[in-house]
């Protein structure tokens, strides 16, 4: 009988050392939201920049990143862990510390509902309420696999952040539809945008604006575009509605369905865009057809 309680005691000594010096977080906070991983990523990354003193997100995957959050004086990191329920539905997991201040949560938490407790649930709900905002404003609809077009086109290359791609179109639209109607070149479809590099680490995007038209000799020459052409071949394809910021929530849906059924794909996604973002109009009929290549057979 000595012998359990020595032992008993120790495990009870151990298990509060891990607790009060161990253990990686103060609290965790745990929901399900109707979202896959990658659109919950893109969506922290937005709520963000809408918080005090924003800092970049550090990203490690789609499933898990760290944030860190100004709190009137504190600094507190909330370490997002993300899993895929099914098609629409993801576990989130939100561990959250305060550094400065982790030995007395910990003290706190097991006996009383602390202030620490209830600023993080108010900071999680917050940003539930900005996801389901988000979420209401966009549609995507996989449709299976199909058939990339073919074309000759005239296109601006550009490098920016993920959230910024939009802006760079936006820039370009004008420009580049500017030049060809200057210039008498027959257009021959709706512009669209072909990712050449896609780093989510660094949050990086290089593309390709683009404009179909149809070849000829007498092309205008300018240091900013270039000439290329599309060749057809089997993608998946989704189609999108919403705004062209967020047109990306389309490439996770195309991820996460190429993972599933195990179709190996480039994740260089192409982008045909129906409307015009200069002339504003409700988003939500905002068409874009979103392609991603699948790899030849070797």
Request: proline share 5%; glycine share 4%.
């Amino acid at each position: 009988m000595k012998k359990f309680f020595i032992a008993f005691g120790a495990l009870i000594t151990l298990t509060i050392f891990w607790y009060l010096f161990l253990k990686p977080q103060d609290y965790q906070v745990s929901f399900k939201v109707k979202a896959l991983p990658g659109t919950v990523y893109e969506t922290v990354k937005a709520w963000n920049l809408t918080l005090d003193n924003p800092q970049p997100i550090k990203y490690v995957s789609l499933s898990n990143f760290e944030q860190t959050i100004t709190i009137k004086d504190s600094i507190h990191v909330y370490k997002w862990n993300i899993s895929s329920i099914h098609d629409s539905l993801s576990q989130v997991k939100v561990n959250i510390s305060d550094p400065d201040h982790s030995l007395m949560n910990k003290i706190k938490i097991p006996f009383s509902d602390t202030d620490f407790e209830k600023g993080a649930r108010k900071t999680l709900l917050d940003f539930n309420q900005f996801l389901n905002n988000h979420l209401d404003e966009i549609k995507v609809e996989i449709i299976g696999e199909d058939e990339l077009f073919s074309t000759f086109c005239a296109c601006v290359s550009l490098k920016t952040s993920q959230a910024m791609k939009a802006g760079g179109i936006m820039d370009n639209y004008s420009f580049l539809s500017s030049i060809i109607v200057e210039n008498a070149v027959q257009p021959n479809g709706p512009p669209f945008l072909e990712v050449v590099d896609w780093n989510l680490e660094k949050d990086s995007l290089t593309y390709n604006f683009c404009f179909p038209i149809v070849r000829s000799e007498k092309l205008p020459r300018h240091p900013d575009v270039s000439y290329k052409r599309i060749f057809s071949k089997r993608a998946l394809k989704a189609e999108y509605h919403g705004n062209y910021i967020t047109s990306d929530r389309a490439w996770y849906s195309l991820l996460h369905y190429a993972k599933k059924n195990d179709i190996p794909i480039e994740a260089k996604p192409i982008e045909v865009f129906y409307n015009n973002p200069n002339f504003g109009g409700d988003e939500l009929q905002w068409r874009t057809e979103v392609f991603m290549p699948i790899k030849d057979d070797q």
